[in-house]
């Protein structure tokens, strides 16, 4: 069974910094995207950044220039460093990875958790 955990939340105060970690386990064959995505109160479920398993990213325009999406292929983890966080990146962020069990079959989306992310004073 595929497992995605994700550790790295907490409290931070605005213009401070965090880094988000995400690794999975389990048996598979290959994890192909991998990404961030966060939910704030009363809102939607929206994409952060993703990035490929060849290291192309791309992000949220709320985030572009201020968090930064990586990934640790040998490790099966990805990461999202997070800088001058303001209020408005309060939320639980999701890990997701699109893996495939085997060699030849398609893809399916996993989720962790969820981290709680809050940005106040």
């Known amino acids: 069974q595929v497992q995605l955990v994700e550790s790295g939340g907490g409290l931070v105060q605005p213009g401070g910094s965090r880094r988000l970690s995400c690794a999975a386990s389990?048996?598979?064959?290959?994890?192909?995207?991998m990404g961030w995505y966060r939910q704030a109160p009363g809102k939607q479920r929206e994409l952060v950044a993703v990035?490929?398993?060849?290291?192309?990213?791309n992000y949220a325009d709320s985030v572009k220039g201020r968090f930064t999406i990586s990934r640790d292929n040998a490790k099966n983890t990805v990461y999202l460093q997070m800088n001058s966080l303001k209020p408005e990146d309060t939320g639980v962020y999701y890990c997701?990875?699109?893996?495939?069990?085997?060699?030849?079959?398609?893809?399916?989306?996993?989720w962790g958790q969820g981290a709680q992310v809050t940005v106040s004073s």
């Open positions: 997701n990875a699109l893996i495939s069990l085997l060699l030849g079959s398609r893809p399916y989306d996993y």
């Open positions: 389990g048996i598979f064959f290959v994890i192909n995207a």
């Open positions: 990035i490929t398993s060849g290291g192309s990213s």
